[in-house]
């Protein structure tokens, strides 16, 4: 694909006679400023050399291996890599299921052999090692993904890594409440298949546990434990492979290098409308905060990425791409990652299977035929949400109720009169659209150009993102969990909207020095509204309902003034300097597109006020807690099952908020009763996390093994339960003295003790 094919400047030079260490150098920088950013943060050196030697032995080499085979044409390299990793992460699920069932999983860094060996072996697999690329990524393409990566990664070092240690180090840390929960589940499936609930021993965990599957095998293979894997390695990892991955899929689907690196840009680095210091959410967030508070999400997006390019060649490519096509490759592409996503996140499948309803809907409608390969498509991601719903889930639906606009009804006001009400509807609707779906701007641009006449990959893409929106607007979650639809549907807005803006940039037709201009403007922009947002940003709470999107608001009706302007003036503009001339539309989309780049500085800037990753639910995180379970993680066996006095976050007025999660987190064992909210079965009921144990003989047996412990108690506790180990908090309540007659004492701190059962 030559340059003037993709809107840029024609190249003086062929990029495939550039020096290699030229071609390689953004990529080089980019993972040396991840390393720099997680040296800073404390990490390991050694566990940085570790993960990276397993990214690339594990993930990257049996993963790019199997991609090529499935391909029919080399594109580029960083697309081999990128898809390939994805594929490995596949691959890397089937094994760890695997080993794990078969109580060997520390044997799971040997699973690369199995695709290696075949690879090395069979004369017409070893072509795949060495492949010529009839294209090379563009020199400023390449650059722009790298400052792309690092930019997100110091963001994520300023409201994650640098407050969140991987150890607590004092008695006054306090941690986002879910991070513990997560880590219980990586450190089950370290040794289960499938996982059980770890603070309920015994108990199905009917959940999407296929990213906590990723953070077991990334320890397992690696060796560098799980928490330092949590806490510092996979998140940027993660992050960084789907912001290639956005960027490669775009210049996939839309022949266009840089709409991809746009769609990067727009996912990565353009923030929330929000303009607030991060301590309130307003609807959810797109990329703020929701990289790192939840993993399994960024996990999905560089399964369903890859699974959007497979779909999109099925459903029909644009005209005119010159990039090669996947060929029948993308059907097994299109299974395999299907299959990955089942359990990658809820939320993806539901808004896979729309985005191809609304293509097939409007083929029909437009050609008045069937799309056979839609269809086909269609029937396969039906097959995966069954699955997922019948076996992942067991019909469990974790508090999701139809709930039409539950997530926009807190900020209307109540008792108004009808007239007033509607108007606040409006209002908080729009907000909802300023705030999350101002970056898809770009695709109202592409609608315009095509004249409402998209390519079917296009209808494709506008049907993922109306369905994300769509759903969230439809159901309810009472922890807001249905806004993950959103976060799903952007995925494939920004691939969109990137289009649309590439678009508009090539009929703008902006010489070298236009690119330069517009560039630093765009720039000066965001760095302009970044300064003026952290001076104004607001950081207490207001009562009212709707105090919340009032400065959302507000801002858009300040820079609603400007723009009215600037389009008043424009055509005196023009006559002043006709360069601008057909250059309006450009300009303003840009500006719309950036106008959210404040976002992710204020996140960041929140942990200055707030602790631990901003104003998010907090819990405490005592490092004496964590010197116990991490105590018990080393003396004890994976199957080991502990029982413990603390199930409480606190007590409200007698009730047990019951989310306790540290002991099953740290320990990464199973735990008999700790804190049990967040098991299915209790997700969506009314009394929500005060709800009692539903076991009352099973808690009262636990509690009496400290309270009042006899020796045929706790030979019931071994026998019947499998525990073997009990961890009393002295803060919660002191075990009884009868019980250093009964057990041993093998460990104890300022809070905690650790008792072995005989």
């Not at 539950?406 to 609707?429: C, E, I």
């Not at 002991?663 to 199973?670: D, I, V």
Request: charged content about 15%; glycine content about 10%.
């Amino acid at each position: 694909m030559t340059a003037v094919a993709t809107g840029a400047a024609p190249a003086a030079v062929d990029p495939r006679r550039r020096p290699a260490a030229l071609r390689f150098a953004p990529a080089v920088a980019g993972y040396a400023a991840v390393a720099a950013v997680l040296l800073a943060a404390g990490t390991p050196a050694g566990a940085i050399a570790r993960w990276t030697a397993y990214a690339a032995l594990a993930v990257l080499l049996p993963g790019t291996l199997v991609f090529r085979a499935l391909r029919r044409r080399p594109h580029t390299l960083v697309e081999d890599l990128a898809m390939g990793a994805a594929v490995g992460l596949v691959l890397e699920l089937v094994a760890w299921a695997g080993f794990t069932a078969a109580g060997l999983p520390g044997w799971l860094r040997l699973w690369p052999l199995a695709v290696v060996a075949p690879f090395a072996a069979v004369p017409g697999l070893r072509r795949h090692w060495r492949v010529r690329y009839p294209t090379v990524a563009p020199a400023g393409w390449a650059w722009s993904l790298a400052g792309v990566v690092a930019g997100f990664t110091l963001y994520l070092y300023g409201s994650f890594l640098a407050v969140n240690p991987v150890l607590p180090t004092d008695e006054g840390q306090a941690q986002y409440i879910d991070l513990a929960f997560q880590l219980s589940i990586a450190g089950a499936a370290t040794h289960q298949v499938p996982p059980e609930v770890p603070q309920v021993a015994g108990e199905p965990l009917h959940y999407h546990w296929f990213g906590f599957a990723h953070l077991a095998a990334t320890s397992l293979v690696s060796g560098v434990d799980l928490p330092t894997v949590l806490f510092r390695l996979a998140v940027p990892a993660l992050c960084a492979l789907a912001a290639v991955l956005v960027a490669v899929v775009g210049w996939r689907i839309s022949g266009r290098p840089y709409a991809g690196v746009v769609a990067a840009a727009l996912l990565f680095t353009v923030g929330e409308f929000g303009f607030e210091s991060g301590w309130r959410q307003l609807f959810g967030s797109q990329a703020t905060f929701i990289v790192w508070g939840s993993p399994s999400m960024t996990y999905s997006w560089v399964l369903l990425l890859p699974l959007v390019a497979a779909l999109g060649e099925l459903v029909g490519r644009a005209r005119g791409v010159s990039v090669p096509a996947l060929g029948r490759g993308a059907w097994v592409l299109a299974a395999v990652l299907l299959a990955a996503s089942t359990g990658a996140k809820a939320s993806s499948l539901p808004v896979v299977l729309a985005a191809l309803a609304v293509t097939a809907a409007v083929t029909l409608v437009s050609r008045r035929r069937l799309p056979r390969r839609v269809l086909v498509a269609a029937g396969l991601a039906l097959a995966a949400q069954g699955f997922a719903t019948a076996v992942l889930f067991a019909f469990e639906s974790h508090g999701v109720v139809l709930d039409p606009l539950s997530g926009l009804r807190p900020y209307v006001p109540t008792g108004r009169p009808a007239g007033v009400t509607a108007l606040w509807w409006v209002l908080v609707g729009l907000a909802f659209l300023l705030n999350l779906q101002l970056r898809v701007a770009g695709a109202a641009a592409l609608l315009r150009l095509h004249r409402g006449r998209l390519e079917p990959v296009q209808v494709f893409l506008l049907g993922g993102a109306l369905a994300g929106p769509a759903i969230y607007l439809l159901v309810g979650h009472p922890g807001s969990s249905n806004q993950y639809f959103t976060r799903t549907g952007f995925a494939f807005g920004v691939l969109l909207s990137a289009w649309g803006w590439v678009e508009v940039a090539e009929r703008a037709a902006l010489t070298s020095r236009g690119r330069w201009l517009l560039g630093a403007g765009t720039a000066g922009f965001a760095v302009l509204l970044t300064a003026v947002q952290l001076d104004s940003a607001t950081s207490s709470p207001a009562v009212p309902a709707y105090a919340p999107v009032l400065p959302l608001l507000r801002w858009a009706a300040v820079l609603a003034v400007p723009a009215v302007l600037v389009f008043l003036c424009w055509p005196a503009l023009v006559g002043r300097w006709p360069g601008l001339a057909g250059r309006g539309g450009l300009v303003l989309l840009t500006a719309v597109l950036a106008a959210g780049a404040p976002g992710l500085v204020l996140d960041a800037a929140a942990t200055r006020v707030y602790r631990n990753g901003g104003a998010y639910p907090v819990v405490a995180m005592p490092a004496s807690r964590v010197e116990a379970a991490r105590w018990v993680h080393a003396h004890s066996a994976p199957g080991d099952v502990l029982a413990t006095n603390a199930h409480c976050r606190e007590v409200v007025d007698g009730w047990c908020d019951a989310r306790s999660f540290w002991l099953s987190g740290y320990a990464e064992r199973s735990v008999l009763v700790e804190g049990w909210a967040f098991a299915p079965r209790m997700v969506g009921r009314p009394d929500g996390p005060y709800a009692p144990f539903w076991d009352a003989d099973r808690q009262r047996a636990n509690d009496e093994a400290f309270t009042a412990p006899t020796a045929t108690g706790l030979a019931a506790l071994r026998d019947r339960y499998g525990v073997r180990w009990l961890v009393v908090d002295r803060q919660v309540g002191a075990e009884a003295p009868a019980l250093r007659t009964l057990a041993d004492l093998r460990f104890e701190n300022s809070r905690t003790a650790v008792y072995r059962l005989r």
